[in-house]
């Protein structure tokens, strides 16, 4: 030991502050006296003992961090440590603290204390006595300290008072929760109450336990979010998983906080699922109808100001444009320019109100990629955001127009084929001509106009006209007949001509016709003729024959003329070779023409027998023929003579008239709107199916007879009949919204429209539309309804207005200027005047309390809270009375005498009756007739009490009521136009009509402007039980 | 009190409570007021002794304040006269009427006397100073 160590040695055991020497396993080396002393133990207690026995337990933990970094010669600055003595009792000490090597590469921390409990002490002395010095202020900030301090932060309140805090947290109807890297630590009974757990199995579960599967990612994106420091809205909605499995939903606001000195989130959870269950019925709801309006096949679009607003998916899909380009353009730019015009025209008519903009029209548009398509619109005006648009529905008809325009090309081919077809046809109904084409024509040599309309038979060779009569009876009969047959018809010129006629039924504009069609057979007659007698002279003519004529002897073909091969597609050689005529014939035909051949050859008629069939050309193509046969000796043998004419064009015809009409029945009858054609004569020809669902009718109830039926009355139906007559002779189209009638009787708005088949000839009849707009007019009437009550109520309103402004005027001027009188005057007013003046005061008064009485007792009436009390009263009496008084009363307001004439006849002196309210009746009534006649005129009041019922009758010769008022006469504050400045508050006659309706009685009125007025009240006498109880 | 010659007021008015207290009031007022209860009789009075100011009523069962003044307006004995309407209509569509027709003042129920008094003051001023 060197001298310094000596010395250190020495100051080590007298220094006054307390050193020891703590070793890396935490126990005291060493220690001074002075350190002893402080700890109140001796050397050898310490000596080998751990350091911490002197270190107050809460904070042994940070001391011992302490040391360890002072151990790893990590600087520490001094700092105070409470301290442990050994009675117990605590001290504090300024502790500073290095590291020290002691050899063999171990080493110890070098600690010394010195004592401040005294400086603190002597601190707390100066604080104490600063503290008297300042109490007086101290108190006043003490207050406002303890006020703001309740004001602070519910967190603070919460730690102040455990008490309170333990009261409102478990209480409260909030889920309060805490949760610290991750995990509950604290839940308040609601919280355990929403998700279903007790507190224990809580205590320090994972917080994301609780949170549904699908919210974990955002919950923990929060998490992290908020860690980083970034703003993340306190309040969100999320999912939790109940312990029963049940799925809550729960809003939460987190704040941050300190919990244990460490951050944590503590967040109020409230328990929404059944508000979520109520948005989410919302949205199904809009969300149904939204899909309605999304996926309805129809566009539906909202226009206004000329510019689209809305468009949905299907009219995207219609036009090839996204709904964000619709809406960028005016709605006109869509439009093909041709048609703009148009949709300009309706689009303003509609805003206008115009009803008969109509509720369907057509247009086209150029669709994105530049093709045009027609449009159906339908459209009605509403408020859009508060400004008038339209709200149409659009339907792409481009398909159905690609149709009519097929129809129509169809129909014009098939009229040029009626035309230039090289055989006649002719359509007879009721024996006269309905139809003639001109080939048809050229064989009889007349003119169109002279055959429309006129008869068949005349034109028929009279010798065959018994046997046309005879199948055209027969077919009536229904019979079968033959459709084929040949007769002879007289021409202009007077020659005959033989004719081939093949008929059919058909309904012709509705009624039972025949379609026939004919071919000159005058030349194939006259060669059948020829070869009869010679063949071998007309062979040239057979050559010649435009006709195919062949002879078939057994099944061998002998004979076929060069038409015939034609026909057939043969050479004469391979013709002959064939091993029989079958053989020309289609396969599917053969069974029948051998049948029908063989029994005809059996027959040995010498008729002719017409078949139609196919022939099978030698190309494979296949030929509608008609062949006439007849049995004639060849080489004088049985053979048979054929004349087979070429008709594929004409069957081509009959097949594409069938099928345009198809076509055509097809469309009009899956049409939404209903639609028929009527004959010239106004009968229906045809209804499609949803004019037959509009009236509720059956196709026979309505096909075949006239509308009138659906019309609500004749003179309606010849009417409309009349306004439609001028129209389609105009060439226009006739439209109307009139009530239509269905076959069940009950009526509903009908939008009809018409228009000829053919402006210039109106014997094709009218096509007609109807739609149902009953909604729509529905709607349009409720409307009106209401505004006409919001009207009525606006005027009652400004008649109470003007009538209390005019009454309490005039009273009020009375009053105001007595009073000023008495006040400015009333020394030099002579004892009588003042008593008048005082006077008028109370008769005004009294004037505007009869008034103000006037409008309670009706509003008392109005609410229904009027009282009828009856008591047994004299009518007789009071009624005389009343009428005195109120003549009295008319006296003295200076509007003149009148003659009054009271009369009464009675059986019964007494009658149940409320006496307030009769004499309100009679008052009012015999008041009127006073103030409405003139000086010196009559004023009559009887007076009848018999058989149960008073009877009232109180007339004058008054400026009476005019017609136009009298049925407003009850009405509150109405008063006839008629009064001039005559005063009145409109509420007498008002009154009187309560005050009868509560007796259960009559009143009536019989008047004339001018000449006077008379009115009839009965009451009855005996209260009915109902208005008893009432 | 007053000039050697009393002022002569017409009060026409069918409200027979106010006309009295009128004509209280311009006797007091040092007037000499005249009574007509309906506007014939208000007619007649003004033309038989012209009057130097006519308070009229405008609403009136008969002849109304209207025509009692378009009738004198028409009379040269009448037509210079001050006529002031003391009318319970309040609203302004008369009082245009009236003034268009040739009224000097247009005042309505409740008024003040003391406001009548300085209009009636005025009036009659005004009436003296063009004589």
Redesign the interface.
């Known amino acids: 030991m060197n001298d310094n160590d000596s010395l250190m040695a020495a100051a080590f055991e007298v220094a006054g502050i307390g050193v020891c020497f703590i070793g890396e396993d935490s126990t005291f080396l060493r220690v001074n006296p002075a350190f002893c002393r402080m700890l109140g133990y001796e050397q050898d207690e310490l000596i080998g003992r751990p350091w911490h026995m002197a270190a107050p337990p809460d904070v042994a933990a940070e001391h011992g961090r302490f040391l360890g970094a002072v151990l790893k010669n990590s600087p520490k600055i001094p700092r105070e440590w409470r301290i442990r003595r050994s009675d117990g009792s605590f001290l504090t000490a300024l502790v500073s603290a290095r590291a020290m090597d002691v050899g063999g590469g171990r080493r110890c921390a070098v600690v010394t204390f010195s004592n401040i409990d005294d400086r603190l002490r002597a601190e707390e002395e100066v604080r104490r006595l600063n503290h008297d010095l300042e109490q007086r202020i101290e108190e006043r900030t003490r207050e406002l300290t303890e006020r703001l301090a309740q004001l602070e932060s519910a967190d603070n309140a919460l730690r102040r008072s455990e008490e309170r805090y333990r009261l409102v947290v478990d209480n409260v109807s909030i889920g309060i929760f805490v949760v610290r890297d991750a995990h509950f630590v604290f839940m308040n009974p609601r919280a355990l109450d929403i998700i279903g757990y007790t507190a224990e199995e809580m205590d320090g579960a994972e917080f994301l336990h609780i949170v549904h599967p699908d919210e974990r990612a955002v919950v923990m994106d929060r998490h992290i979010r908020r860690q980083r420091g970034e703003y993340v809205d306190p309040h969100y909605e999320l999912q939790v998983m109940r312990k029963n499995g049940e799925v809550v939903w729960v809003a939460l606001d987190a704040v941050l906080i300190q919990w244990d000195g460490r951050p944590a989130t503590l967040s109020f959870a409230a328990d929404i699922t059944s508000r979520k269950a109520a948005e989410a019925a919302l949205r199904s709801s809009e969300e149904q109808h939204r899909r309605v309006v999304e996926n309805v096949s129809e566009g539906i679009i909202i226009v206004q100001d000329g510019v689209l607003c809305y468009a949905n998916p299907s009219t995207c899909r219609i036009s090839g444009y996204e709904a964000a380009e619709l809406c960028a353009s005016p709605f006109l730019t869509f439009v093909v320019e041709e048609d703009r015009a148009k949709v300009m025209d309706r689009y303003q008519r509609r805003l206008d109100g115009d009803t008969t903009a109509g509720d369907h029209y057509e247009f086209r548009i150029r669709r994105k990629d530049g093709e045009i398509i027609w449009l159906v619109i339908s459209g009605v005006v509403i408020e859009w955001g508060g400004r008038p648009a339209t709200l149409s529905f659009i339907t792409d008809i481009t398909e159905r127009k690609a149709q009519d325009e097929a129809l129509a090309k169809s129909e014009e081919r098939y009229r040029h084929v009626v035309d230039n077809v090289s055989v006649g046809i002719i359509v007879v109904r009721d024996g006269r001509f309905a139809f003639i084409n001109p080939q048809a024509l050229a064989i009889t040599g007349y003119t169109m106009e002279t055959m429309i309309g006129s008869e068949f038979l005349p034109l028929v060779h009279p010798e065959d006209r018994a046997q046309v009569i005879d199948r055209h009876l027969r077919r009536q009969r229904g019979e079968q007949v033959e459709s084929r047959y040949e007769f002879r018809v007289l021409h202009k010129d007077g020659s005959v001509v033989w004719v081939d006629l093949a008929a059919v039924a058909i309904s012709w504009d509705g009624q039972p016709a025949t379609l026939s069609f004919i071919s000159d057979i005058t030349r194939r007659k006259a060669v059948e003729d020829v070869v009869r007698r010679s063949e071998a002279h007309y062979r040239s003519v057979i050559d010649g024959a435009p006709v195919g004529i062949v002879i078939v002897r057994g099944n061998r073909i002998c004979l076929a003329n060069p038409a015939m091969l034609d026909m057939a597609g043969f050479t004469e050689q391979e013709m002959l070779a064939l091993p029989s005529f079958l053989t020309c014939v289609d396969e599917s035909d053969r069974a029948f023409m051998a049948e029908t051949a063989r029994g005809y050859v059996d027959q040995r008629s010498g008729d002719h027998m017409v078949l139609t069939f196919r022939v099978r050309r030698k190309t494979g193509e296949l030929l509608w023929v008609e062949g006439s046969t007849v049995q004639v000796e060849w080489e004088g043998k049985q053979a048979t003579l054929s004349f087979i004419h070429d008709i594929t064009q004409q069957r081509r015809l009959e097949e594409s008239l069938q099928q345009s009409l198809g076509e055509r029945e097809t469309i009009l009858e899956t049409s939404v709107v209903g639609i028929a054609f009527l004959n010239a004569d106004g009968r229906v020809h045809w209804a499609n199916k949803a004019m037959r669902e509009l009236f509720g009718v059956m196709d026979v109830e309505i096909t075949g007879r006239s509308l009138e039926a659906y019309y609500p009355s004749r003179e309606e139906y010849l009417r409309v009949g009349a306004a439609v007559s001028v129209a389609v002779r105009a060439g226009r189209a006739f439209e109307s919204e009139l009530r239509m009638r269905r076959g069940d009787g009950s009526l509903f708005w009908a939008n009809l429209s018409g228009k000829a088949v053919n402006s210039s000839d109106l014997s094709r009849g009218t096509i007609w539309t109807v739609l149902d707009v009953t909604q729509r007019r529905q709607a349009e009437e409720d409307t009106r309804r209401a505004l006409a009550q919001q009207r009525e109520l606006n005027e009652l309103k400004s008649r109470f207005v ?1 009538m209390t ?3 309490f ?10 009073a ?2 008495l006040r ?2 009333g020394d ?2 002579p004892v009588d ?1 003042k008593t ?2 005082i006077g ?1 005061i109370e ?2 008064v009294k004037r505007m309390t009869l008034m103000l009485d006037g409008v309670l007792m009706i509003g008392r009436a109005d609410a229904g809270k009027l009282e009828f009390q009856p008591g047994s009263v004299e009518p007789v009496a009071l009624v005389r009375a009343v009428v005195e008084e109120a003549a009295r009363a008319a006296a003295s ?3 003149g005498l009148k003659r009054l004439d009271f009369s009464s006849a009675s059986t019964e002196d007494s009658g149940m009756l409320d006496e307030k309210l009769l004499r309100h009746i009679v008052g009012n009534l015999v008041g009127n007739a006073f103030k409405y006649s003139a000086e010196g005129t009559p004023v009559v009041v009887s007076l009848q009490c018999e058989a149960g019922e008073m009877r009232l009758s109180v007339a004058d010769a008054g400026i009476g009521i005019p017609y136009e008022d009298q049925a407003r006469l009850f009405e509150t504050f109405h008063r006839a136009s008629n009064v ?3 005063q009145g508050t409109g509420l007498g006659l008002a009154i009187v009509k309560r005050a009868v309706d509560l007796h259960g009685g009559r009143i009536s009125v019989e008047s004339a402007a001018g000449i006077g007025t008379r009115f009839d009240v009965t009451l009855p006498l005996v209260v009915p039980k109902e208005t008893k109880e009432s | 009190m007053m000039s050697a010659k009393q002022a002569r007021i017409l009060v026409i008015d ?5 006309r ?3 004509s ?2 311009l006797r ?1 007022e040092g007037y000499l007021p005249m009574e007509a ?1 309906h506007g014939t009789q208000g007619i007649e009075m003004a033309l038989r002794t012209p009057p130097d100011l006519i308070l009229c009523d405008l ?4 002849i ?1 304040g209207f025509g009692v003044l378009a009738r004198l307006r028409a009379e040269p004995a009448t037509a210079g006269v001050p006529f002031v309407f ?1 009318t ?4 302004v569509e008369d009082a245009r009427v009236g003034f268009l027709l040739g009224a000097n003042e247009y005042v ?7 406001v009548l008094a300085g209009i009636i003051e005025q009036r009659l001023k005004a009436a003296r100073g063009q004589v």
Not at chain 2, 14 to 18: G, H, K, L, S
Not at chain 2, 108 to 114: H, I, M, V
């Open positions: 003007s402004s005019h009454e005027r005039t009273p009020l001027a009375t009053i105001l200027s007595s000023e009188l400015y005057y030099r007013l005047e008048e003046v008028s008769s005004a307001d200076g509007s001039g400045n005559i | 069918d409200e027979a409570a106010v009295e207290n009128v209280r009031f007091l209860a609403m009136m069962p008969g109304d003391l319970a209509s309040a609203d309505t129920k409740p008024f003040n006397l003391a």
